[in-house]
């Protein structure tokens, strides 16, 4: 076995076609809006961001002042717009920027936890049907430190009995189909720790990051949550600042947003 500590990688985020956001502009007025953003951006705009923004807007014609006559104010300061969206609890435009996270050596525990969040996400785990378990990756709980000795011989133990075992019913041996490699794979995996440490690619969007991001950084949530999502914050608020501008992290690694239920 070896000792494994979860890491976090941001491996997508939303794309803009400007093309198309200039033609609907063209059509509805308000193209002046996208320039003045573009030029504010250096020509790179926060794709996410912008994306919510556009979505925003178009509820209300609120491009620029004149397209809705009943808009008299049209808020130009991105800051103060998304402050006005956090605020209002307008939290369904955030649904159409979404973010995609490869998080790396996570135990099963984490995993069993993430996958309730099933609103405005998409899971694609490691499957333990297929992956052979000859190596297993663990990581000691703090709470469990005083005990590392036993604990670690306990996984070593399962590790030995996954090889040991593959072993005795000859699932390597030459022509033995996949199909039945599969079954006795299947079987072998409900002898090992639920703590294994795995791999999830998790997509989920704004809306949701702000609402997992609070529910398990709390104090309340269990340790290994809380410091992959202390993480997975850390990586938000560098992408989408402005949607996460009313979150704060407190001393103990509390994330905690002013606007709840966005």
Known sequence: MHETSPTVHLIARP???LD?????????????????????????????????????RACYRSWEPGLNVNVTRVRADRREYFENLLRSAHG?????????????NVSRVFTHELVRHRAGSAFSQESLRYVRLTDIGFRV?????????????????????QRDAAGQLGIDDE????HVKKEVTSALRRLAPIGLS?????????????????????????EELRSVFDEVARVM?????????????????????RYHKV
């Open 15 to 17: 794309s803009i076609d």
């Open 20 to 56: 198309g956001m200039r033609a609907y502009l063209a059509d509805v007025g308000g193209a002046s809006w996208l320039e003045r953003r573009l030029e504010e951006a250096d020509g790179g705009p926060n794709g996410g961001e912008l994306l919510v923004e556009f979505g925003g």
């Open 92 to 104: 369904s435009v955030l649904e159409h920027a979404s973010y995609s996270f490869a998080l790396r």
């Open 141 to 161: 709980p703090p709470a469990l430190e005083p005990l590392r000795a036993q604990v670690l011989a306990i996984v070593e133990q399962l590790e030995e009995f």
């Open 175 to 178: 022509g033995v189909p996949f």
């Open 198 to 222: 795995t791999d999830i690619i998790w997509s989920a969007n704004l809306r949701t990051l702000r609402h997992v991001i609070e529910m398990r950084t709390a104090e309340g949530a269990e």
């Open 237 to 257: 608020v560098r992408e989408a600042p402005l949607i996460f501008q009313d979150f704060e992290r407190s001393a103990d690694g509390c994330w905690e947003p």
